[in-house]
């Protein structure tokens, strides 16, 4: 079945490390994308990559860093710089040039800052 | 003004009841529309897209309006397993040609027995 993994599910980290976030998707998609979710707000979109070797900063990109080496993967970086960083993590992708532009979500990854 | 604007609610409702969701966008380019339902601590999931002719699925029934910038969702006979957030979702066509998809904060929905 194709689909988007996200791992871990849970993490723990200390103040002032830095940690990476995985996401892989099999259904062959153009597009992927990060959010982050706060309790009683909306997805805010942190970065988003359209094609291999390319990706932009969304609304809150400061304090994160991606990468987009291979169609497949999209692992998002919480840096120390990221204030804030406990937050239900959500990556998602799409298969750009599509009309509907539906967005696929992984199971998301919940960080907490000890 | 946010982009995409829904009333956080909660609401409350027996089963069996009629409720109605509403949705406001303010960017006129959008182009296309979807309800997505999000249950506590899990990731969202499409609910349904949302046409100009209006769709109905099941118990489900979805209108949007352009002219008015305005979205609704309207569930009949309202299960216990309905309970969850319901989320606004607004594209809007990119110059690259891909899409930036916006949210609103959700709509929550509990539904008593």
């Known amino acids: 079945d194709g689909g988007i993994t996200q791992s871990p599910k849970y993490l723990f980290r200390k103040e002032g490390q830095n940690v990476t976030l995985s996401c892989e998707q099999n259904?062959?998609?153009?597009?992927m994308y990060w959010y982050r979710q706060d309790p009683g707000q909306g997805l805010r979109l942190i970065y988003y990559?359209?094609?291999?070797?390319?990706?932009q900063k969304g609304d809150i990109a400061e304090g994160y860093s991606v990468s987009r080496e291979k169609k497949e993967s999209f692992p998002l970086t919480v840096t120390s710089a990221q204030k804030n960083p406990t937050a239900f993590y959500l990556c998602a992708s799409r298969r750009e040039g599509r009309r509907t532009g539906e967005l696929f979500f992984g199971e998301g990854s919940r960080l907490t800052v000890l | 003004r946010k982009e995409v604007e829904q009333d956080p609610g909660p609401f409350n409702v027996p089963e069996g009841a009629t409720v109605a969701f509403n949705c406001t966008y303010s960017?006129?380019?959008?182009?296309?529309f979807f309800w997505y339902r999000q249950d506590c601590r899990k990731e969202p999931k499409l609910l349904m897209s949302v046409y100009s002719s209006g769709n109905e699925d099941g118990r489900f029934t979805a209108q949007l309006n352009r002219a008015s910038q305005y979205i609704s969702l309207l569930i009949r006979d309202s299960k216990l397993s309905d309970s969850a957030t319901y989320l606004c979702v607004v594209n809007f066509l990119l110059n690259t040609g891909g899409f930036k998809t916006i949210f609103g904060a959700g709509t929550r929905l509990f539904v008593k027995a």
């Open positions: 960017n006129s380019a959008s182009q296309s």
């Open positions: 259904l062959n998609h153009d597009a």
């Open positions: 990559s359209q094609i291999v070797n390319d990706f």
